[in-house]
């Protein structure tokens, strides 16, 4: 018959790596900036400047054949309008030259990343200053229109989207400083490391119980 120490250790053991099996680390996300540069480290910057003309668009991108900018694709919602590149004068809310859906309806853009890319971050708006959704790799998140959203994971993102959060499907969608970076997380132990060092505090639990039982 096992030990109450040694049954311990066992069962919470068990428990851990149960518990570890099905909660994979997920990606952090971050609101600002400043933060996600902190975490993100050295990134290339896609800020789609001297591309448009002075007070008009360039067209960068279509259904069958997306833009492609430092290695990154960018697509659109797959209107006939296609993608493309907007002066400042024509969007006054960015500031900036920035990436436009211009099809106007459903509107969204897609990128697609290089290899090793672990963190992802740019400005999002839409057309009507209504939210945007920005699906990436743990799931949707609802991002002010206007304000910096980005992820920075332990894993390769491959690809995000944002699209217009319009229950009417009807505004176009764009976006202005695209950042992407090959630096993961750092400082979070993979799932084997925190299995082991849970291991190692219910030993010395348990150890602690056994030396407290002898001396009673």
Do not use: H
């Amino acid at each position: 018959m096992l030990k109450p120490s040694r049954y311990l250790v066992y069962s919470l053991s068990a428990i851990m790596a149960s518990a570890l099996a099905v909660q994979p680390l997920l990606a952090a996300t971050f609101f600002t900036e400043d933060e996600f540069d902190k975490a993100a480290g050295s990134t290339t910057v896609i800020d789609f400047e001297k591309i448009a003309p002075e007070g008009g668009t360039a067209l960068v991108g279509n259904p069958t054949d997306p833009a492609e900018f430092s290695g990154v694709t960018f697509g659109g919602s797959g209107g006939k309008e296609g993608l493309y590149v907007a002066s400042n004068s024509l969007f006054s809310a960015s500031g900036s030259d920035v990436l436009v859906d211009q099809d106007g309806r459903n509107g969204e853009i897609y990128m697609l990343l290089p290899k090793e890319t672990y963190s992802v971050g740019a400005y999002f708006y839409s057309g009507t200053g209504t939210p945007v959704i920005v699906a990436g790799p743990d799931g949707d998140f609802e991002v002010k229109s206007g304000s910096f959203f980005g992820f920075v994971d332990e894993k390769p993102i491959t690809e995000i989207k944002f699209y217009s959060n319009d229950p009417q499907g009807s505004e176009a969608v764009y976006m202005d400083n695209f950042k992407f970076g090959t630096l993961a997380i750092e400082g979070v132990p993979e799932p084997s490391s925190w299995l082991s060092l849970g291991i190692l505090g219910v030993c010395g639990l348990a150890l602690g119980l056994r030396k407290k039982t002898a001396q009673i």
